[in-house]
């Protein structure tokens, strides 16, 4: 097993944050503790696929352990659901809707108290926070709510999915404002099939020649940046007030460093956000499918004998949604949303004249390329037998966190 980790085959698949958390769902899972599934996955490289090996629905140290050779059928498919209805959970509750929605308004607010409307960073970052707090709040209506979406169709609950939220923000490093910080720390930098990084990684690279061309636009050298005022002060409101302890840095001190900071708020709310949002729309149904299906322990053995068979197991997914329909409802929403990451052009008046229109005509090109690139290794994951990834594609990627 050593030998599988260090040659980079074994991986594990984990959420501390889904630790300790108890279940206000309105059906049979209600007051219960909430799985905190731990996966384990063997990298066949030959084939460049992932198998599930084991999965452990709880990390108490007397946890059963279930897996494809040593449990039964039912119990299998039902340590599959029950993970993937957990990280379906985590992505939309954690890495989209705290990672994106909330950490995105949290420092929309704060450019806002911090710093003046002419000041050069504000002008860059309000483009790519326009629409945050009417899209949260219309989240507040509708979603996280009582008798809210999460209220009634979570297998959390709305108190359980307040508790995850609380305890990612908790956990938030400002690592994954680098996407090559973020996979490194994760230790998945060297999968054979990877779209999001593979895709990601270059995306990052186009939002960082943007954001340094225009920081070196009005900052000639790294004492204009330590000596502006108002930049520090909303720096370090965001850093200590904010997200103490995070890792985010409490004052600027150079050019290079502020280039890294924007390129990776730029990242969150464009590149990152449709990688953790969108893909949702095509199986949306995840986040409820244990919804009514839920087995308490104590009924367990009467369900295993109609169970025993993939045609008498559909039972465990009948809650599930029509994922076409879930697809059709969330491109409807994005279509009609109009504001794309290649929209830069047309829809800020920052970038109409001078060097900025220069930039935002330089950064069009250079999207519409990676468009072209991204497509090519599209028709190529498609032919060798992989899924493709669309996610990343610039035309598909929103300009904020707006949706």
Known sequence: MRQAILRRRLFAHYHPAMENINSTARNAMGGRKFWSPFVVFVLRRREKLFRVVAIQLDTRSDAPVHSPTTSSYFWWTYAKLLSNNADALYATLSSHLQGCHFTGARMALSIQRELPQSHAVRRLLEHHFRGVHQT????????????????????????????????????????????????????????????????????????????????????????????????????????????????????????????????????????????????????????????????????????????????????????????????????????????????????SDNFQTGQTARLAKYLQNRLDRLEGKIDYENYKRTASGFLGYRFLRPSEVAGSVNI
Not at 215 to 226: H, S
């Open 136 to 347: 949260n709040s219309y989240a507040d209506l509708f979603l996280v709510n009582v008798n809210g979406v999460f209220d009634l169709a979570s297998s959390l609950g709305l108190i359980g999915s307040f508790k995850l939220i609380e305890q990612s923000y908790e956990r938030w490093h400002a690592r994954i404002l680098n996407i090559e910080k973020d996979v490194t720390y994760r230790g998945v930098q060297r999968l054979p099939y990877y779209p999001y990084y593979q895709d990601g990684r270059r995306l990052y690279r186009i939002i960082w020649e943007y954001a340094n061309y225009y920081v070196r636009l009005f900052y000639c050298c790294d004492d204009q940046v330590a000596n502006d005022e108002a930049l520090q002060r909303w720096v370090e409101y965001f850093a200590t007030e904010l997200h103490p302890d995070s890792g985010l840095p409490s004052e600027f001190t150079s050019i290079d460093q502020l280039v890294e900071f924007l390129t990776g708020v730029i990242w969150i709310n464009t590149g990152y956000h449709a990688s953790v949002s969108r893909p949702f729309a095509d199986n949306l149904h995840t986040l409820v499918s244990p919804l009514n299906v839920f087995i308490p322990p104590d009924q367990v053995n009467e369900t295993i004998a109609a169970a025993q068979t993939p045609e008498n197991n559909d039972y465990l997914i009948a809650a599930a949604g029509p994922a076409a329909q879930a697809h059709t409802s969330a491109n409807l929403v994005f279509s009609t949303n109009g504001f794309l990451l290649t929209n830069i052009l047309d829809r």
